[in-house]
């Protein structure tokens, strides 16, 4: 497959399960098979006869078609390559545009049968970077749903008590990271959404940017709470992290919070359509050096600030824009995270992240949350 930046026509297949492409045309949510075509500002769906009605409620500005349809046999009916080949036959189309993920088995058949794949450089939708009045409702709705998760695990930790080894204690049993997960994702279902692998990572986990945390929770130690649900109808993700301490924080701890809530303080400012994502990335580099926060490698792990500001959050938790050392401007309509990190073994690691909504006026934070560090 070659890399290009545009064609005439675009071909995705896959189901709406696991593409967001397809999730965002289609307008449904199945875990069967569908192939979409675009060609000559026209989109066109093949999917299975059960779905078709369907797809056709869903995707009312679209051509929807079945295997029956198009004619193919049983045996074609039962290959995805056969179902693209026969709807771009149909189109009368011998190049397509796909995606980045597009199934290799599928290009290299429909390549054999005469069919040139050209891989979109920036996606094949890249209006998706712009959210439309509706996308921003639901992933409010997701940021909402992690507010409630978050609001879950601080009562947890605000009832616990510690006992003389400095663990937390919750109704006669150790809290561990996993209760407080449970809870979290107790309270996302409550609010329809699907709550995942949140982070609860307490103490020398939480220098681990992804390190989802396990065990005891202990007083005194950073504990990073990092909650992305995804709203199990509509598909939207949020994205939420604090970050937390039971009591009166370690040595260095509370310095460390405060140079992080700084950062993002002048992040959030910063962020408003026209500002590129690496401008963000580098003010928030900037206040950690000035506050004399190193990032360099210790003994093989990386330390200090890690990882990017901020990534595009939609259909997918990762998506564009982003927020790091070579982004693009930010669009008008976007939505991004806002999420500075400084993680040190030993000390641990402290992030705080918002999702937002950029206008050309600043940032818009779409579920407001508390940022205090101290948990009593």
């Known amino acids: 497959m070659q890399t290009q930046k545009s064609t005439a026509a675009v071909l995705i297949v896959g189901n709406t399960q696991e593409s967001a492409d397809l ?19 026209c989109g066109y769906l093949l999917v299975s006869a059960m779905d078709k009605a369907w797809a056709a409620q869903c995707a009312p ?4 078609w079945s295997p029956h349809d198009l004619a193919l046999s049983k045996a074609m009916s039962r290959r995805l390559s056969d179902w693209a080949l026969a709807l771009l036959r149909k189109l009368g189309l011998r190049r397509a545009q796909v995606p980045a993920n597009f199934p290799l088995a599928v290009a290299r058949r429909l390549e054999r049968r005469g069919v ?18 509706e996308e921003v409702a639901r992933i409010r709705l997701a940021q909402q749903a992690a507010v409630a998760g978050m609001r879950a695990a601080w009562a947890l930790l605000r009832a616990a008590t510690v006992d003389a080894r400095g663990v937390l204690r ?11 997960r449970r809870a979290i ?37 950073a504990i990073v709470i990092d909650i992305f649900p995804r709203h199990a109808f509509n598909g939207y993700w949020g ?10 924080p370690k040595p ?43 990032t360099e490698t210790v003994d093989g792990r990386p330390t200090g600030f890690i990882h990017s500001t901020g990534h595009g959050v939609g ?19 976007a939505i991004v995270t806002v999420e500075p990190g400084l993680y040190y073994p030993g000390l641990g690691g402290v992030r705080i992240e918002d999702t937002v909504l950029v206008t050309r006026n600043g940032a818009q934070i779409l579920a407001a949350c508390p940022r205090g560090l101290v948990i009593p």
Do not use: W
Not at 116 to 131: I, N, W
Not at 319 to 324: D, I, V
């Open 239 to 248: 994205d939420l992290t604090r970050t937390v301490c039971k009591g009166a």
């Open 116 to 133: 040139r794949l050209d891989v979109a450089a920036q996606g094949v939708f890249p209006r998706r970077r712009v959210k439309s009045a």
């Open 185 to 221: 994702n107790l309270a996302a279902m409550a609010r329809d959404c699907v709550g995942g692998d949140p982070i609860v990572a307490c103490g020398e986990q939480s220098a681990n940017p992804h390190g989802i945390g396990r065990g005891p929770l202990r007083a005194g130690e």
């Open 252 to 294: 260095g701890l509370r310095a460390l919070h405060a140079a992080v809530s700084a950062a993002q303080r002048l992040a959030l400012a910063s962020v408003r359509a026209g500002v590129s994502g690496s401008t963000v990335h580098r003010i928030v580099q900037a206040e950690f050096e000035r506050r004399g926060y190193k």
């Open 170 to 180: 919750h109704d006669g049993r150790t809290l561990t990271c996993e209760r407080v």
């Open 61 to 64: 500005g679209l051509t929807v």
């Open 23 to 41: 999730r965002y045309v289609a307008g449904y949510r199945s875990s069967d098979p569908i192939v979409y075509a675009r060609a000559a500002g």
């Open 315 to 333: 259909l997918e938790i990762h998506e564009a824009p982003s927020l790091g050392a070579r982004s693009e401007r930010l669009p008008a309509g």
